[in-house]
């Protein structure tokens, strides 16, 4: 889990450096030709299957719809700003996840972990406030990420109770990739700065390999790492990431987080704790009412 929340950031480092001649669309769909590419070898060594069932692949067809989304979100976002900032911004995910999986599957969730949602989106204003006079509202692009990541997981947990998640990887991947690929066809000459996709040159390739390449390795990480521990006792290391992206953001870019930035951080970090502890609490029925609390 730490080295995913090391790995992971370098994702994004490459992402942001290859905006600065490749359209953000581009780049999406580089993530899902690269990763898939280097999944495949895994998959053979491990044996695993690459046929799938027509409700597997509708829903993997949907995780990767939304991963397509989230994904693009958060590069629109650090193409502009700082990658602390955006990431800072869409770690209110585990809020919204929370909220949709009481909406949609019916989890309890109680007051205090409602509560703790409010607080860890105030924090998010704190960070998306100055960000906003800033950069304008290329700032709330990372709140597309959270709502599309957190619709990410609620199908990842659909599909994952009947398909390894290696094979999960790859599968998504080669079917993002066949999501994007038409899109960057049809927007071939069209001018749209986003969308009409370049030949890479010189060290773009490297970029776009890099986003590939890291979000096939700090993803495997995550992937063991749930093999063997539990979520709960993983989930706290996650706040690591933003620390690891403080400093690669400072090492290459020369961003550092102002101070309210940090006080929106530290308020979405430590909401995130706290409905971390509440669910353990609930888990463990330590408490006369946990499940209602």
């Excluded at 629109?76 to 999986?101: K, Q």
Aim: proline share 6%; hydrophobic share 60%.
């Amino acid at each position: 889990m730490l080295a995913f929340c090391v790995l992971a950031p370098l994702l994004d480092v490459s992402a942001k450096l290859a905006t600065a001649t490749i359209p953000v669309a581009q780049i999406v769909t580089a993530r899902f030709a690269v990763q898939g590419a280097l999944m495949l070898p895994v998959m053979l060594v491990m044996g695993l299957s690459v046929r799938m069932s027509p409700r597997a692949f509708a829903l993997i067809a949907l995780r990767a719809v939304f991963l397509i989304l989230s994904t693009y979100s958060f590069v629109a976002a650090i193409a502009i700003m700082p990658v602390a900032d955006a990431l800072a911004i869409a770690f209110v995910e585990p809020f919204i996840l929370l909220l949709l999986g009481s909406l949609l599957f019916g989890d309890e969730v109680g007051p205090r972990r409602i509560a703790a949602c409010c607080v860890g989106f105030f924090g998010a204003l704190l960070v998306i406030q100055p960000s906003l006079a800033v950069f304008g509202l290329v700032a709330l692009w990372p709140l597309g990420t959270a709502v599309f990541f957190a619709l990410y997981m609620l199908s990842t947990r659909q599909v994952s109770g009947f398909m390894h998640p290696v094979a999960m990887q790859f599968h998504t991947s080669w079917t993002g990739l066949a999501l994007c690929l038409p899109i960057l066809w049809m927007a071939q000459g069209t001018g749209w700065t986003d969308f009409d996709p370049v030949m890479p040159e010189g060290e773009a390739w490297l970029w776009l390999f890099g986003v590939g390449f890291w979000a096939a390795l700090s993803h495997m990480c995550m992937t063991y790492a749930l093999k063997f521990a539990p979520s709960a006792t993983l989930a706290p290391l996650h706040y690591l990431e933003i620390v690891a992206a403080v400093a690669l953001g400072y090492w290459i870019f020369g961003d550092f987080p102002n101070a309210m930035t940090w006080a929106g951080i530290v308020v979405i970090s430590a909401s995130g704790l706290y409905i971390i502890y509440r669910e353990r609490v609930s888990a463990r029925g330590t408490a006369p009412s946990a499940a209602k609390t």
